[in-house]
């Protein structure tokens, strides 16, 4: 073989070689290409689930604050509902109590209710003695109704009399009518008042039977709430 056809040789084996060596650049190439627009890919579609996640979370806040709002929107509405509704029911009560201070006003009628109001306790407690209060503006008309008090227990239990010791100290009197009744109405800014009944208890002071115009109408007005509450607003609160 001469140098010509070793020279010819080679220049083929040159050609072969970079020929092989451009297609596997080319094929490196494409494969790096490929990979690259995948990894591109990946990541694109990574950051769009991300914004979405986000977006997602922002949303679920929003509507989460949205509804808390909207629960505390509701909640004033039903407290300012039954705040007022609470106002309406006291100014019943306390329109009531008003109408309580006329009813010592007529003698006749009240001496008969007071007598009444002191069977009642005696009853209740059944004890042989037992300690009376009134107010100071009823001594009079108590003192005058002990004697049939007693006798119409006796008769009630088919027991004895009990002995009746009248309290030195007394109820509160009736609001001041110089005032008016509901300056006075508030017990702990202007001192206590009684609108008439009487207190008896036992001697040792254990046993009390509440027997005033005010206890009974707190007593009365508890148990007819619902009722109350039915006939001014239609339904009965909770």
Aim: include cysteine; aromatic fraction near 6%; proline fraction near 3%.
């Amino acid at each position: 073989m001469n140098d010509a056809d070793v020279s010819k040789q080679i220049q083929q084996m040159v050609r072969f070689i970079r020929q092989e060596a451009e297609e596997k650049a080319n094929e490196i190439s494409v494969s790096a290409e490929e990979e690259f627009n995948i990894e591109k890919l990946q990541l694109v579609e990574a950051e769009k689930k991300k914004i979405r996640q986000e977006y997602e979370k922002k949303e679920k806040q929003v509507e989460i604050r949205k509804k808390i709002e909207y629960s505390m929107q509701l909640n004033a509405s039903r407290i300012k509902v039954l705040q007022a509704q609470d106002d309406m029911v006291n100014e019943m009560k306390g329109s009531a109590s008003k109408d309580l201070l006329n009813v010592s006003h007529d003698h006749h009628v009240y001496k008969r209710l007071l007598k009444d109001l002191i069977v009642q306790s005696l009853v209740r407690l059944k004890e042989p003695a037992v300690l009376l209060r009134c107010r100071k503006e009823d001594l009079h008309l108590v003192e005058s109704v002990l004697d049939s008090a007693k006798d119409e227990y006796a008769s009630k239990v088919n027991g004895h009399p009990p002995e009746i010791f009248v309290d030195d100290v007394h109820l509160p009197p009736g609001p001041s009518h110089h005032h008016g009744f509901f300056h006075h109405h508030h017990a702990e800014a202007h001192g206590p008042f009684c609108s008439g009944g009487v207190v008896i208890a036992s001697r040792d002071g254990k046993i009390v039977c509440e027997n005033t115009l005010d206890a009974r109408l707190d007593v009365a007005f508890s148990k007819k709430l619902p009722e109350i509450r039915k006939w001014l607003f239609g339904q009965v609160a909770a």
